[in-house]
């Protein structure tokens, strides 16, 4: 960082973000690399030709719309170079100056681009991989998209990690030994769930997998004879489009399910010819 940010970033004054979700503009600026982390820079009240992307990386907001974010410090960087010229300072630094100029407009083409594919995702509905945090949606009036989903997305799409390391934690849950659950429900409610449990539930799933796409191969097999998992849970997710009073069943997740469960049975469900049987 350059020491002309020491004034944007003061170590004594930071705030903690603890929002699980991000607005679509907020995304796209996670994308070039600002709003990093949950621990944040306060952002300064006054923005000057000092500013250069980097002041931007821990900022704990935008404080401007994005649009007019990029403008200032694009306005920054030719004033800089402006200045260079106007100057007549070795060529050297001249053509620094104009580098950064045409890095900020290289960041707005990016930004461009990175705002067209989020628009793009979401448009898809039950089938986006990003999920909207409705309840946030809902009270700021903005659309905003969970964190979670965001990291899975951009990591997929662009190999860019939003969360810096997803932190895969295991629930500690404790359990009375000395009673059993009765039931499947209450082993479930009771988070009770053993991994002869887990591997019950998923070779019950996967014959149930392997039952209905039986009766439909054309439209979930592939000519090899190859389940197209996709289909499937393309197929639940619309099943699950006309219900209100269910939720968790995006197109990624229902996917994951399907592929833990066929792996309980030899990794595979049995190709189509068989199933035609």
């Not at 800089?80 to 104009?98: D, F, G, S, T």
């Not at 407009?105 to 039950?126: A, F, M, P, R, T």
């Not at 209100?244 to 990624?252: P, R, T």
Request: proline share 4%; aromatic share 6%.
């Amino acid at each position: 960082m350059s020491k002309s940010a020491d004034k944007f970033y003061p170590t004594n004054n930071v705030k903690i973000d603890l929002r699980t979700s991000c607005t679509v503009e907020e995304a796209a600026a996670k994308l070039i690399g600002w709003m990093k982390g949950h621990v944040r820079h306060a952002y300064p009240d006054v923005v000057d030709d000092d500013i250069t992307p980097d002041h931007l990386t821990y900022t704990d907001s935008l404080g401007l719309p994005l649009h007019y974010q990029l403008a200032l410090l694009r306005e920054a960087a030719w004033n800089r170079y402006n200045e260079a010229v106007c100057a007549k300072l070795p060529e050297e630094i001249i053509e620094e100056k104009y580098a950064e100029l045409e890095n900020c407009e290289e960041l707005i083409s990016k930004v461009v681009g990175y705002l067209s594919d989020i628009n793009e995702e979401i448009n898809k509905g039950d089938l986006s991989a990003l999920v909207v945090d409705q309840r946030e949606t809902e009270f700021s009036g903005e659309l905003h998209i969970t964190l979670r989903s965001l990291d899975k997305w951009a990591r997929n799409q662009y190999q860019i990690p939003i969360i810096a390391e997803l932190q895969q934690q295991s629930v500690k849950v404790e359990i009375n030994v000395d009673r059993k659950p009765e039931s499947h429900q209450d082993a479930l409610a009771d988070g009770w769930l053993s991994p002869t449990l887990t591997r019950n539930l998923n070779v019950s799933f996967a014959l149930l997998i392997e039952e209905f796409v039986s009766k439909w191969p054309e439209d979930f097999f592939d000519m090899g004879g190859k389940l197209i998992v996709k289909n499937l849970a393309a197929h639940l997710v619309k099943c699950a489009s006309v219900r209100h009073d269910i939720s968790g069943q995006k197109l990624s997740a229902i996917e994951d399910r399907i592929n833990d469960a066929l792996k309980e049975l030899d990794g595979k469900p049995k190709n189509r010819r068989a199933l035609l049987k």
